[in-house]
């Protein structure tokens, strides 16, 4: 009785605020954690951004020396010119830690309070998007730019919405192809707000494709790296634990447009082989790679992650939410099939499968078609759908 009364309490204004705090000091708290562990400089692309953000400061150049190009996204390596390393580091921390109380209010506008808690209390303690708030790397900072744009466009106001997703595209090359495809949910007329959240994401890019035309003389919506070595490298069959120096070796020097004939010609010699290939892969995309805790505690994180992709799908079919909640993860899950994994590929869907599986336990009143709130979230844009925030 005692929590079903806190519970109640919960869906309060004051009760809802006070819990957003505490849920980003969690999240803060549990984030600073992680920098008493060493971070390795040398993974991912940090190195990349680092030059990139220096060659800005000294030549005023996206680029090489004076030369420009459009190798990656410019967002990330712009704001580590401005503030510098340790003001990102700052700017990722708080991001990160804002998850949380983000997830809380997405969720709590489809379930009771008490699965929205939940959902907000997963964010916060979830060990691998902790860790990279540590890295130069622009996972955390487009997960919070994704789902602070899912949660405009769930209160309807797809002009933010798409003002979010563009930013988030100019951290991460990889959201354009999913802004090209969103529109299609219009097709369903009470999902129209989704062509207008696409073309404002549109806009927002639009500036750094002309300056790609008009300066580098290509047409690069928004980087060029990563779509034909992606393609490549999901073909070949890895070593493990460290796969880069045999993939460095494959690759022999070759760029994207090189790459990108090789792995489709590797595809249609040996398609058998690709498949069992990318069979391999794929399930490293919801793996945690692990690389920062002891090697005793991987098979009980091997096995969280497991629970929390089961339980995300079982809770998505019981909560029914609308495309706000199930389109990225969705559209993430299909563009791997295909490409190279990593575990990292994934942490930006990490917000709404924790979303998704607590609609699992979400009490009474917390499916779709129950909850006070559903109706706005599975028919945004709609007329009928009474409009709430949280």
């Known amino acids: 009785m005692v929590w079903?009364?806190?519970?109640?309490?919960?869906?309060?204004?004051?009760?809802?605020?006070?819990?957003?705090?505490?849920?980003?000091?969690?999240?803060?708290?549990?984030?600073?954690?992680?920098?008493?562990?060493?971070?390795?400089?040398?993974?991912?692309?940090?190195?990349?951004?680092?030059?990139?953000?220096?060659?800005?400061?000294?030549?005023?150049?996206?680029?090489?020396?004076?030369?420009?190009?459009?190798?990656?996204?410019?967002?990330?390596?712009?704001?580590?010119?401005?503030?510098?390393?340790?003001?990102?580091?700052?700017?990722?921390?708080?991001?990160?830690?804002?998850?949380?109380?983000?997830?809380?209010?997405?969720?709590?506008?489809?379930?009771?309070?008490?699965?929205?808690?939940?959902?907000?209390?997963?964010?916060?303690?979830?060990?691998?998007?902790?860790?990279?708030?540590?890295?130069?790397?622009?996972?955390?900072?487009?997960?919070?730019?994704?789902?602070?744009?899912?949660?405009?466009?769930?209160?309807?106001?797809?002009?933010?919405?798409?003002?979010?997703?563009?930013?988030?595209?100019?951290?991460?090359?990889?959201?354009?192809?999913?802004?090209?495809?969103?529109?299609?949910?219009?097709?369903?007329?009470?999902?129209?707000?989704?062509?207008?959240?696409?073309?404002?994401?549109?806009?927002?890019?639009?500036?750094w494709t002309l300056r790609d035309y008009f300066v580098v003389h290509h047409f690069v919506p928004v980087a060029s790296a990563g779509w034909g070595s992606n393609l490549f490298q999901g073909t070949l069959d890895v070593p493990r634990p460290d796969p880069w120096p045999f993939i460095m070796r494959e690759r022999a020097g070759d760029m994207e447009e090189a790459l990108l004939k090789r792995g489709v010609q590797r595809i249609r010699e040996n398609p058998g082989r690709w498949l069992v290939v990318r069979a391999k892969q794929y399930l490293l995309l919801y793996i945690d790679d692990s690389d920062y805790i002891r090697a005793s505690w991987k098979p009980f994180f091997l096995a969280g992650n497991i629970a929390l992709l089961v339980l995300a799908v079982l809770g998505a079919w019981r909560l029914r939410p609308g495309p706000p909640v199930w389109v990225f993860p969705a559209f993430l899950a299909v563009s791997q099939l295909p490409m190279w994994t990593e575990a990292r590929y994934s942490l930006p869907a990490v917000p709404f499968l924790v979303i998704m599986a607590a609609g699992l336990f979400a009490g009474p009143g917390g499916s779709a078609q129950s909850h006070e709130a559903s109706s706005s979230i599975e028919l945004p844009g709609s007329e009928t759908a009474p409009a709430r925030a949280t």
């Open 4 to 207: 079903r009364d806190a519970a109640l309490n919960l869906g309060s204004k004051p009760m809802r605020a006070r819990t957003s705090i505490g849920l980003f000091v969690i999240a803060l708290i549990f984030r600073l954690s992680m920098l008493v562990i060493p971070a390795n400089r040398d993974a991912g692309d940090q190195s990349q951004y680092l030059e990139l953000a220096q060659n800005l400061r000294t030549y005023g150049v996206f680029g090489t020396g004076d030369v420009p190009r459009a190798h990656r996204p410019p967002l990330y390596p712009a704001i580590l010119a401005v503030i510098g390393p340790t003001g990102v580091q700052v700017l990722q921390m708080a991001a990160g830690s804002a998850l949380a109380p983000l997830t809380f209010a997405i969720a709590s506008l489809l379930m009771p309070p008490a699965g929205a808690l939940s959902a907000g209390l997963a964010m916060a303690l979830a060990p691998m998007s902790s860790r990279y708030c540590t890295l130069y790397m622009t996972e955390t900072l487009f997960t919070f730019l994704l789902a602070l744009g899912m949660f405009f466009w769930m209160i309807r106001k797809p002009v933010a919405g798409g003002i979010c997703f563009g930013l988030a595209t100019l951290l991460r090359a990889v959201l354009f192809p999913f802004l090209l495809v969103l529109p299609l949910l219009a097709l369903r007329r009470a999902w129209r707000s989704a062509v207008i959240v696409s073309v404002t994401a549109i806009a927002v890019i639009a500036p």
